[in-house]
């Protein structure tokens, strides 16, 4: 690592895209700061050779810890930040509790914001910088039995497309990264969310849940369509790099085509089909 180095820190860096994207820039020279939650997956990190630190995006006090270590170890400096931390929600709109609900923003939104906010304050004093949000194709469109998950990928696209506009000028550039089905951990996670959140015996949706069980535990080959966490990277790369980056990066054909038909189907057409996508996938 040179003195020069440009510097990122990355969240949800435990498995999956965050991990991914983590190695892929520190191969490219960038300083990455890769963070997680969990005591023994920022060991895990460290033995792998990164500069790891703790972040929970549910604790203000973890999340505002770390933005102070990172900048005491960087000189008061950031050049970017990789919002990647989130986890899926499953259930039925019905059966999610207020807690529940509360849950999935204060990882996938309220703690992504304070997070940028702070890295804000020290793009703004720098002159420069770029914001990276990991949204889904689930920001885009709306599945059944995803509403949780839903509701806070579409809050933060909302969120950042303001974000974009106010910074405009500033010389610091904002993306959206919207991936659709990638290979990670994200089903065995949505899982122990679902078992720990969901009454699914006395729910109306008895039955679609244990086809969605099924689906969620099933071994075997990754969904149709489904890409390597390596495609994120690379959009991730270009956001970073790129001297002019996007607004949106679509990852994986689900997500152009979706995109696609949201601007020419009628709001019936589209739901026929993400009805249709919804039970083919729990069959």
Not at 78 to 84: E, G, P
Request: aromatic share 8%; with cysteine.
């Amino acid at each position: 690592m040179t003195p020069h180095a440009k510097s990122i820190l990355i969240t949800g860096c435990s498995s999956g895209i965050g991990l991914c994207v983590a190695q892929g820039l520190h191969a490219r020279g960038w300083r990455v700061f890769a963070t997680a939650r969990k005591a023994e997956d920022v060991a895990r990190l460290q033995q792998l050779g990164l500069e790891s630190l703790a972040l929970d995006l549910t604790d203000s006090m973890s999340i505002h810890a770390a933005m102070d270590e990172v900048l005491q170890r960087s000189g008061g400096t950031l050049d970017a930040v990789f919002n990647n931390g989130a986890y899926g929600q499953p259930g039925a709109v019905e059966d999610l509790s207020r807690a529940a609900l509360r849950e999935q923003f204060e990882t996938n939104l309220f703690g992504t914001h304070e997070l940028t906010c702070r890295a804000i304050e020290v793009m703004r004093r720098q002159g420069h910088g770029r914001i990276i949000h990991n949204s889904s194709v689930l920001g885009l469109v709306a599945l059944p039995f995803r509403g949780a998950y839903n509701a806070s990928k579409f809050a933060l696209e909302g969120l950042t497309d303001t974000l974009r506009l106010e910074l405009h000028g500033s010389g610091i550039h904002v993306s959206l990264i919207e991936p659709g089905p990638i290979i990670s951990r994200f089903r065995a996670n949505a899982m122990f969310k679902y078992r720990q959140n969901i009454d699914a015996d006395h729910s109306f949706f008895r039955a679609t849940y244990q086809r969605m069980e099924n689906r969620l535990t099933k071994e075997g080959p990754a969904a149709p369509f489904t890409l390597p966490p390596e495609a994120v990277l690379a959009k991730v790369i270009h956001a970073l790099e790129a001297p002019r980056p996007r607004a949106r990066y679509f990852v994986t054909f689900p997500t152009w085509l979706f995109a696609i038909l949201k601007r020419l189907l009628p709001v019936r057409g589209l739901d026929w089909i993400l009805r249709r996508v919804s039970s083919g996938e729990n069959k």
